[in-house]
């Protein structure tokens, strides 16, 4: 699918502390094993972080990490598809080196709250 023409440059990756570290580590992220299994990398908007956090991760047990992730360092491993209800979603067919990170969350920070505030600064 074509990229449209008004998607953000910035995409935001939800991810267990071990796999920061892991990332970290390795220099680049392959994905979370839901991401291996479909063969692409899921990432969110500012606009859809918030609904993804609450579907997959308010009840984690493990530490979270929120990672921004400067999209136009992908080039065009980046495809924006249709995922929950129709809403565009930014994949990454392939990995995101830490050289795309440009920001990272941590802790305390990560909940409804931090999502909240992306929707207000459109990051």
Request: no cysteine.
């Given at each position: 699918m074509a990229t449209?023409?008004?998607?953000?440059?910035?995409?935001?990756?939800?991810?267990?502390?071990?796999?920061w570290a892991e990332?970290?580590?390795?220099?680049?992220?392959?994905?979370?094993?839901?991401?291996l299994t479909d063969g692409y990398?899921?990432?969110?908007?500012?606009?859809?972080?918030?609904?993804?956090?609450?579907?997959?991760?308010?009840n984690s047990p493990d530490p979270l990490v929120v990672v921004e992730v400067d999209l136009r360092q992908l080039g065009e491993?980046?495809?924006?598809?249709?995922?929950?209800?129709g809403a565009l979603f930014p994949h990454v067919?392939?990995?995101i080196g830490k050289g795309a990170v440009v920001k990272v969350w941590e802790g305390d920070d990560v909940g409804k709250a931090l999502f909240d505030e992306l929707v207000r600064e459109r990051r």
């Open positions: 449209p023409a008004a998607t953000p440059s910035n995409a935001f990756k939800i991810l267990t502390a071990a796999q990332w970290q580590r390795t220099g680049a992220f392959a994905g979370a094993s839901i991401d990398i899921h990432l969110s908007s500012a606009d859809t972080a918030g609904e993804t956090y609450e579907k997959y991760f308010a491993s980046v495809k924006w598809e249709p995922s929950r209800g067919y392939g990995t």
